[in-house]
């Protein structure tokens, strides 16, 4: 079975809890009589069908139910919402490789992949299973309790991946005060924060799935994942040995990266160039300085092209610090206080000149 993170979430949204199709779907697994139902319209449709008889009907759950007892497919218009045409034989190309089993997924599988429409397959009494194919893959139809369960689980997962994101913070601003740093403690971040939005994506596709049923799912989510791609960003541009583009993603490089590749710390190194991971690093102060309330980020780049490290940043006197365009002794003095207080909070000795 394909991922169904691999199914496009619009067709995930057609096919949710609460919409007319999975109400048809829900329908014909309870009276057992099986259906085809081909999503769409277009001379795409008219090249696969042939038979049957022209309804333009409106579009009801209970009319695709009642129709799918007759032998042939049905063809749903869903963006018109009519039931175009009933009792319809479906001939896709032969030639398309299929691995599903029994005439009617190997049918839906082909005339997904051979028309780019979404098809919905319900098996007779004795499986009751609702599949739909598209031409991205293929996912069963399950029930809403099955998918909170799932949803749960995800959200038990990214509570524990989060707060171990937030200890490996603590410990890189601690190693970045103590002047301790090396690039695994940086990288190491940045893999939980890749890990942390992969499974808030993965739980995304859950939600769709739900429908109107996952609002609080999301809520619960969108806390656990807040700032979390920011951070990984402004880690990445702290240790590149290069400043990264502005406009550039440290994700474009591990969104590639498989699951596996993305629990592997050093191939999560290799992937960004940052390696060796023993490597003694410093941190230019960009995420650092991102926690100072109000503070440009142009102030913030001006900063790091005048001290360049975080350990000359924290050497800076206010009388320095104010000297750098767009800061000014107010700023200074409040910059001052957060580097101090930062130490102060890690029990971290001031850097020797």
Not at 41 to 59: E, H, M, Q, T
Request: overall charge negative; proline content about 5%.
């Amino acid at each position: 079975m394909a991922p169904k993170v691999a199914v496009p979430l619009d067709i995930l949204r057609r096919f949710a809890p609460g919409t007319g199709l999975r109400d048809a779907a829900e329908i014909i697994i309870r009276q057992g009589t099986g259906g085809l139902v081909l999503v769409g319209s277009g001379s795409v449709v008219d090249a696969v069908s042939s038979g049957g008889f022209v309804l333009d009907a409106p579009f009801t759950a209970q009319r695709v139910a009642e129709l799918s007892k007759m032998d042939g497919g049905i063809v749903v218009d869903d963006v018109a919402d009519t039931i175009t045409r009933a009792n319809v034989h479906f001939i896709p190309d032969p030639s398309i490789d299929t691995d599903e089993t029994g005439t009617r997924f190997r049918t839906a599988d082909r005339l997904a992949v051979q028309t780019g429409l979404p098809v919905l397959a319900v098996s007779e009494e004795g499986r009751s299973i609702a599949v739909v194919f598209s031409p991205h893959g293929r996912f069963e139809l399950q029930d809403p309790t099955a998918l909170f369960a799932q949803a749960n689980q995800h959200l038990q997962a990214l509570e524990r991946l989060r707060r171990q994101l937030d200890d490996s913070v603590m410990r890189l601003t601690r190693d970045e005060l103590g002047d301790a740093t090396m690039l695994r403690d940086a990288v190491a971040v940045i893999q939980r924060a890749a890990i942390v939005l992969r499974i808030n994506a993965q739980l995304e596709t859950v939600a769709v799935e739900l429908g109107e049923e996952a609002p609080l799912i999301r809520i619960q989510a969108s806390d656990l994942v807040r700032d979390v791609a920011e951070l990984a960003e402004l880690v990445n541009f702290d240790y590149q040995p290069r400043r990264p583009r502005k406009g550039s993603s440290v994700f474009k490089k591990l969104d590639e990266l498989p699951d596996e590749d993305l629990y592997n710390l050093a191939k999560v190194g290799a992937a960004l160039g940052l390696v060796p991971l023993d490597k003694p690093v410093r941190s230019r102060g960009a995420r650092l300085l991102a926690g100072i309330p109000r503070l440009p980020s142009s102030v913030r780049d001006a900063l790091i092209r005048k001290f360049g490290d975080l350990r000359r940043l924290r050497q800076a006197t206010i009388e320095e610090l104010s000297q750098v365009e767009g800061v000014g002794r107010s700023r200074a003095r409040q910059i001052r206080t957060y580097l101090d207080l930062l130490a102060e909070a890690g029990a971290v000795p001031e850097p020797e000149s």
